[in-house]
């Protein structure tokens, strides 16, 4: 027992060492950069940290734009766990976006029912939207990069289409719904001044439920072994079909959510979207940063929300581009991606060694 | 010609080779025997420049020598063969050959190069067209292009690793004729196996090597196979599985008139009929694509049959899905250990359970403790080393990899096991013991199903042996009346010969 304890905390280690290392990097690399802009890096980061976590109510924004990169990261960590690779997760974001803010203006509820009815209408578009993904790949063999990202530019333009013919609030110079009624805000003021809510309680439950449906549930299982071993889980009798397309429905319930608690939590209303958020791509790297796992999904979420977060400050504060910023996110993802590609490498040379010998 | 002295060589913690000494005479044929993982690929890549020794040195005529890389070994004249050929399969043979030694001149001189090779082919009796794509040819004739490859080099002493894994019967039979030819123009073959037949067979001396370890240098006349098996495994070991005479009872599986197609929408399954008692092991043998896999594969639900009724205990199953198959009574231990059996990434207490994975979850949750017990029984019961429920499939050996599988299998305790090449691979302690667990099986009135492409492996099992001939079955043998030859013929499609 003591040998296994050891070996865990010897496996979590290791498991920390590189993206940690990657982040040092990343800043290092920033550096050069705010160097060329001619700034001050010192400065510059200084900023970054004092918007980050300089006082509660940085905290507390820090925390806000953490929220729905759980939820993203959730769920492309999950569809990856059964071998697909969700780049819809965006697309499934914007139709929650705009199901939660209809349920929220629309319906008359009871405060907290009426939150949760909101969210619920949230999850389930992103989990529909997400199906259809999921039924496309299992019996037409569409692949579900393709099919998913084309869901992401029909959601885009049919989310805008609705908000123009049906539910824009007439009078109003900016396209956008109505606010949600006051019954189906999420609580906030968690941290006072900022615009923390209770989303972030939602999002760890998720990153539980994740977690617990993965490794602690029969349909979990099959899922794993779905993805990790088609040709397997064949032969054991496992529907290869039945749980993408479940998978991909899972998926599109985190991507959902994670559009239902920005509506309910921060903005109240679908407005006008020119474009794709960021928040579905975004997930991507968070589920690569955090190995597809739940754990360490909560952590890479927290650093792309830190990041994002502080970077606004940074260009008002010390006069470095945001871009910057996104070439430290590139850096940290570059170098935790190429992590895992020597590993696969070195794994491959272990194996043939062993073969031979 | 060849002295290795005191050659060590370690991978990590692992000894792959430990003070090894081997001496090569001129012009003999010399074999390498051991089990899979017991070090013999690494000596000889040590010998080719592939790797480096961590101790002892190497004598080449005499001379004390260096062999920093392949291009060195072969500037000496050892050349080397490997088990996966390196060939580009869309160049010809003579441009195989002539690859990276291209005849001198600033145009190739396609003409002179293709003689060069006639010539050395005829000189050494390996016959094979220089003008031929390499993609077109047999595997035995691109066995012999590798030769002409190391001989064109100039080898004077070949290093062929396991030569004969990827030939039939009749190949191996060439094979040694063309080995008896190169010796006798004054070359020496070293070759790697782990096949005792073929070491007495092909080779004038033998050096056994067990874990790393040399154990021996035998002259191969007046050895035995059992002989040899002990010193490579390190103990007595039955190479002929104890088995009385079959009891069949009631009839278990029951296949009428089945035809399938196979990937390409051709038919490879046709018209195939035959029943499976309780009690019984029936072999199906044959040479590999004449329908055996896509027939398993109709059997366990893996792939629709076109017509034909499938049925097991009176249960039709032809057109059930693979759980409900498995639900029915079916066990099965397939050919793809590592592609099928396993999710390699899982635990073995997690692998233990696939395909009843719901059996072993309460409430909706999957019961770690039971898998774990099950796991540990599996590894009680069939030896599975190291004996760790929470190691990965991927870290176990072949041989215990093929143990975890045919112990779920069993465990479950189906009525009709059907066993697809169960010891493709594996060592000869596995293979004895995988063998004695079927036959137990048979014992204990299960049914049988055993496909395999050895033919000793069928031979030494089977109670009733089928032989299967472009996707029908053309012959029924009992197998006291089945010999070697007979069976050959029947798979070679020789109809209408008596088996």
């Known amino acids: 027992m003591p040998d296994k304890a050891k070996s865990w905390v010897k496996e979590a280690v290791e498991t920390v060492t590189v993206p940690i290392l990657a982040i040092f990097v990343g800043l290092l690399v920033g550096t050069v950069f705010i160097l060329i802009a001619g700034a001050d890096p010192m400065e510059a980061y200084k900023a970054l940290f004092k918007a980050v976590a300089g006082s509660p109510r940085a905290i507390g924004e820090t925390l806000t734009s953490t929220t729905p990169l759980i939820f993203t990261g959730l769920a492309v960590a999950l569809a990856f766990r059964c071998g697909l690779f969700n780049i819809g997760v965006e697309g499934q974001y914007l139709v929650a976006l705009m199901a939660s803010a209809l349920t929220g203006y629309y319906l008359h509820l009871p405060p907290v029912i009426h939150a949760l009815v909101a969210l619920a209408a949230g999850g389930l578009a992103g989990m529909l939207w997400a199906a259809i993904v999921g039924v496309l790949k299992a019996y037409r063999g569409v692949h579900e990069v393709i099919n998913s990202i084309m869901l992401n530019y029909i959601a885009l333009y049919f989310t805008h289409y609705l908000l123009m013919y049906y539910f824009r609030e007439p009078g109003n110079r900016a396209a956008a719904t109505p606010f949600i009624q006051e019954t189906a805000k999420l609580t906030k003021g968690l941290i006072p001044g900022s615009r923390l809510h209770t989303g972030i309680f939602v999002a760890l439950l998720a990153a539980l439920f994740v977690w617990f449906f993965l490794w602690k549930t029969p349909q979990g299982y099959e899922i794993r072994a779905v993805g990790l071993s088609p040709g397997a889980a064949e032969y054991a009798g496992i529907s290869v079909k039945r749980n993408i397309i479940l998978a991909m429905a899972i998926s599109g319930l985190m991507s959902g959510l994670a559009g239902a608690v920005q509506t309910l939590g921060v903005s109240y209303k679908f407005y006008e979207q020119m474009g794709f958020i960021g928040y579905g791509f975004d997930g991507i790297a968070v589920a690569l940063l955090g190995r597809n796992h739940p754990v360490g999904v909560i952590f890479g979420a927290l650093l792309f929300g830190a990041l994002g977060q502080g970077s606004g400050a940074m260009q008002a504060a010390a006069g470095v581009?945001?871009?910057?910023?996104?070439?430290?996110?590139?850096?940290?993802?570059?170098f935790v991606a190429a992590e895992s590609i020597w590993k696969f490498l070195r794994r491959r040379r272990v194996k043939a060694e062993v073969k031979t010998a | 010609m060849l002295k290795l002295t005191g050659i060590t060589k370690r991978f990590g913690s692992l000894v792959a080779n430990d003070h090894i000494d081997l001496e090569i005479r001129e012009g003999e044929i010399h074999a390498l025997l051991g089990e899979n993982g017991a070090g013999k690929t690494t000596l000889m890549n040590i010998l080719y420049g592939l790797y480096a020794p961590d101790e002892g040195t190497i004598e080449w005529k005499g001379q004390p020598v260096q062999i920093r890389s392949p291009s060195e070994a072969i500037a000496l004249g050892i050349g080397m063969v490997h088990q996966h050929f390196k060939l580009v399969p869309v160049f010809t043979v003579a441009e195989n050959i002539i690859l990276g030694k291209e005849p001198p001149g600033f145009k190739l001189n396609m003409r002179q190069a293709i003689e060069n090779v006639r010539k050395l082919s005829e000189q050494y009796g390996l016959v094979v067209d220089p003008e031929a794509k390499v993609e077109s040819i047999s595997v035995g004739q691109q066995q012999r292009v590798e030769i002409l490859k190391a001989l064109y080099r100039g080898a004077e002493l070949l290093i062929l690793d396991e030569p004969t894994a990827v030939l039939t019967p009749q190949e191996v039979e060439e094979l040694g004729q063309i080995m008896k030819s190169l010796v006798a123009q004054g070359k020496t073959i070293i070759i790697i196996t782990h096949k005792l037949k073929e070491v007495l067979q092909l080779a004038d001396r033998v050096t056994v090597i067990r874990r790393g370890k040399k154990i021996a240098t035998l002259d191969t006349a007046g050895q035995t196979e059992d002989e040899l098996a002990a010193l490579m495994v390190g103990r007595r070991v039955m190479l002929q599985v104890p088995k009385g005479p079959a009891n069949p009872g009631r009839v278990i599986l029951e296949v009428q008139e089945l035809n399938a197609v196979n990937q390409r929408g051709l038919p490879a399954v046709r018209d195939v009929s035959f029943t499976v008692r309780a009690g019984e092991i029936v072999g199906i043998c044959g040479v590999d694509g004449n329908g055996q896999t896509e027939l398993v594969e109709c059997l366990t639900g893996l792939r629709r049959a076109k017509s034909g009724r499938i049925l097991l205990n009176g249960k039709d199953l032809t057109h059930m899905n693979p759980g409900q198959i498995r639900a029915a009574g079916l066990g099965h231990i397939p050919e793809d250990r590592q592609r099928r059996g396993l999710v390699l990434d899982f635990t073995m207490s997690e692998?233990?359970?696939?395909?009843?994975?719901?059996?072993?979850?309460?409430?909706?949750?999957?019961?770690?403790?039971?898998?774990?017990a099950l796991a540990q029984e599996i590894i009680k019961a069939f030896d599975v080393r190291p004996p760790e429920p929470s190691y990965r499939a991927q870290s176990l050996s072949g041989g215990n990899q093929q143990k975890v599988i045919v112990g779920r299998e069993i465990t479950r305790n189906p009525d009709l096991l059907v066993a697809v090449q169960p010891t493709r691979g594996l060592d000869v302690g596995a293979i004895e013991f995988i063998h004695r667990r079927l036959v137990e099986e048979r014992d204990a009135g299960k049914a049988v199903l055993l496909?395999?492409?050895?033919?000793?492996?069928?031979?030494?099992?089977?109670?009733?042996?089928?032989?299967?001939?472009k996707g029908q079955i053309v012959a029924e043998v009992p197998a006291h009346e089945a010999t070697e030859e007979g069976l050959g013929l029947w798979m070679a499609g020789g109809g209408g010969a008596r088996a």
């Open chain 1, 321 to 334: 581009p945001k871009t910057v910023v996104w070439i430290v996110q590139g850096t940290v993802v570059f």
């Open chain 2, 351 to 372: 692998n233990v359970v696939l395909g009843s994975q719901r059996q072993y979850a309460s409430w909706g949750v999957m019961n770690m403790r039971r898998m774990t």
């Open chain 2, 451 to 469: 496909v395999s492409l050895e033919l000793d492996e069928i031979l030494s099992l089977s109670d009733r042996i089928l032989v299967m001939y």
